[in-house]
């Protein structure tokens, strides 16, 4: 089976660089899809609270036959549920919802700039890791502001900020900020949706190495470094999407696919978004 690489966290957890996201699956679809992600080998889960899914992938991680320490599933803090005792309320009903023991990765969702305090927030979450039951705690959509501020407030360092990433949105200055603080960092939307997929640039890679858009933008986040976690529904997509380790891009490649960056967004930018409004 395909050996994926391993990322180092800053507190010496490993995390599978390549995992599987399920955003906007709805519930009913969600155990058949993490089944076949998990049949597949893929062994890294990105679920949310937000997702309301949490439950079917805790179901999928215990009929899928593995050993619990062999997958990594990662969830992330609602947005209404900021306040302390609210996060830690919101921090057990996950627990108890995916039912799988502990969760890997827990993250604050978005900063929410406009409302509540996520420094009070972030060391609720250093409560929850010295608590045991969370393996790693990181936070999503923190831009270098928010980050200056919550390691100039805190204890732990975050081990991971999940950030959209891919080719028209690159990143540059955010993930070079993650790394100087040991933060590793995690594209989302990694096709923008299928956005990017018929760009000529990437078609003609892919048309000379033989592989798919979707293999070759995947591939492109892999050799850069960060831990990426495409979301399909499609069983054929699910497998091109782990089938990324038999081939290798130039450098002249990953510098073609790197300039095609437009800082175009799918998503919230994180310093407007306000979902009180
Ligand atoms: N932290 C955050 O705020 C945040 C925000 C957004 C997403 N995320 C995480 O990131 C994960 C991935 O992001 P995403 O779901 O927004 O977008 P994505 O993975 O970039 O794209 C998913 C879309 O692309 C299609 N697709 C997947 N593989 C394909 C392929 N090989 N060829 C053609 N089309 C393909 C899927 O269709 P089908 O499903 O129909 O096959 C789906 O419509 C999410 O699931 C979630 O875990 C986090």
Redesign the pocket.
Known sequence: MTEVPSISLNNGVGIPQLGF????IPPEDTRAAVLTALETGYRHI?TAQMYGNEREVGQAVRDSGLDRTEIFVTS?LDNDAHEPEAAQRAFRRTLETLDIGHVDAFLI?WPLPKIGDFVETWHAMEEMYRSGDVNVIGV??FQPHHLRRLLDNSTIVPALN?I?I?PYLTQDELRAFDAEHEIATQA???????AV?GDPVITSIAERLGK?P?QVTLRWHIDRGDIV??????PA?VK??FDLFDFALSEDDIAQISALNRNERR?FDPDTFNPSS
């Open positions: 996201g399920v955003f906007q990105d992330k969702h999503s959509n999940q959209e891919h989302w939307s990694p096709i923008a949706q299928g997929l798919t979707a976690f495409p979301k399909s529904v499609t997509r091109e999407n998503g």
